[in-house]
């Protein structure tokens, strides 16, 4: 970051940082939830079309209770929400990419760079030397 900033600004700065990271992070941890969620309607959709046949009795649980139910009638339900768990992570990978770019554009215009492990070891070895000369004194 630019030296001509006060360190209110470059707190603020970082801290706005941190927090589209953070909402980055969050945007994947959804896209993963839903990526599970419509694999588990997959096999369980795969499993009712190849080994069931529609008037063939099958339970769903809604909320705590258990429904009995045909297969006829439980498959669609599954294929339409299949579709939406589509749609919805779809949405999600757009608003991850968006994200990105959010985050990107703000790092750019801010020119912050991000240490690797070994250049952040080494600016936290020569804080704790400063600390220590300062015991000293």
């Not at 969050?26 to 419509?38: F, Y």
């Amino acid at each position: 970051m630019t030296s001509d900033v006060s360190a209110e600004d470059q707190r603020k700065i970082v801290a706005e940082f941190q927090r589209l990271r953070e909402e980055q992070k969050e945007i994947a941890e959804e896209i993963t939830r839903v990526e599970e969620e419509k694999r588990e309607h997959k096999r369980v959709i795969e499993v009712l079309s190849e080994d069931c046949e529609e008037d063939q009795k099958c339970y769903q649980l809604i909320s705590d209770s258990m429904v009995e139910l045909t297969v006829g009638k439980v498959l669609p339900q599954l294929k339409d929400k299949f579709e939406k768990l589509s749609s919805v992570a779809e949405m999600l990978n757009k608003r991850l990419v968006d994200k990105g770019k959010e985050l990107n554009d703000h790092r750019v215009k801010h020119n912050i760079r991000i240490l690797s492990q070994k250049e952040s070891e080494e600016v936290r070895q020569k804080m704790v030397e400063a600390q220590m000369a300062q015991l000293k004194k």
